[in-house]
T-cell receptor, first 111, second 115 residues
Framework: AQSVTQPDIHITVSEGASLELRCNYS??????LFWYVQSPGQGLQLLLK??????LVQGIKGFEAEFKRSQSSFNLRKPSVHWSDAAEYFC?????????FGAGTRLTVKP | DAGVIQSPRHEVTEMGQEVTLRCKPI?????LFWYRQTMMRGLELLIY????????DSGMPEDRFSAKMPNASFSTLKIQPSEPRDSAVYFC?????????????FGQGTRLTVV
């Protein structure tokens, strides 16, 4: 079965700074990759997804992610973080007709 | 559409009691997923259905857990008897169709506390 690793449990960045959240996946075939965001007490909301084509995908709220097959990675980026971006971020990989999530990275934004 | 609707939002119950969590998927969606989220284990897939049929229940932790989907608009996750280690947030999600290339839409979750 597919699996996802998010190496960073917690990241703190200053407001206005750039952000990169790491995600590595394991899957034998072409992966379908997703990033979700979870605000406290809420469900998960889709930020962006990669199925095929351009390896740089744009999402909502100014986020983007780049699929790198050679590195089995799908890192999430944002050029300038806003205080409202503080949340938990989950990378997920679809395969075998289901979806598996990473452990999540909690983002703290400093004023 | 109102999105995926879960009830109750919060549930506190005593150990040994039966607990039933409910989910209404988005109308027209064919796949439904139950996830459990804990600090220790993160987000775990428990079971998923396609066209009301359970496809993979390998994530269900033990026989105390059972899930049903009697029709396209309703699913339940039941724990009997409940134990303190079942305390977690349980999410239901639905997807427009079966397949690994479709996104899942999540409900707001049910926070279960077993005392």
């Amino acid at each position: 079965a597919q699996s996802v690793t998010q190496p960073d449990i917690h990241i703190t960045v200053s407001e206005g700074a750039s952000l990169e959240l790491r995600c590595n996946y394991s899957y034998g075939a072409t992966p379908y990759l997703f990033w979700y965001v979870q605000s406290p007490g809420q469900g998960l909301q889709l930020l962006l997804k990669y199925f095929s084509g351009d390896t740089l995908v744009q999402g909502i709220k100014g986020f983007e992610a780049e699929f790198k097959r050679s590195q089995s990675s799908f890192n999430l980026r944002k050029p300038s973080v806003h205080w409202s971006d503080a949340a938990e971020y989950f990378c997920a990989v679809g395969g075998n007709n289901d979806m598996r999530f990473g452990a999540g990275t909690r983002l703290t934004v400093k004023p | 559409d109102a999105g995926v609707i879960q009830s109750p939002r919060h549930e506190v119950t005593e150990m040994g009691q039966e607990v039933t969590l409910r989910c209404k998927p988005i109308s027209g969606h064919n796949s439904l997923f139950w996830y459990r989220q804990t600090m220790m284990r993160g987000l775990e897939l428990l079971i998923y259905f396609n066209n009301n049929v359970p496809i993979d229940d390998s994530g269900m932790p033990e026989d105390r857990f059972s899930a049903k989907m009697p029709n396209a608009s309703f699913s339940t996750l039941k724990i009997q008897p409940s134990e303190p280690r079942d305390s977690a947030v349980y999410f239901c999600a639905s997807s427009p169709r079966q397949g690994s290339n479709t996104e899942a839409f999540f409900g707001q979750g049910t926070r279960l506390t077993v005392v």
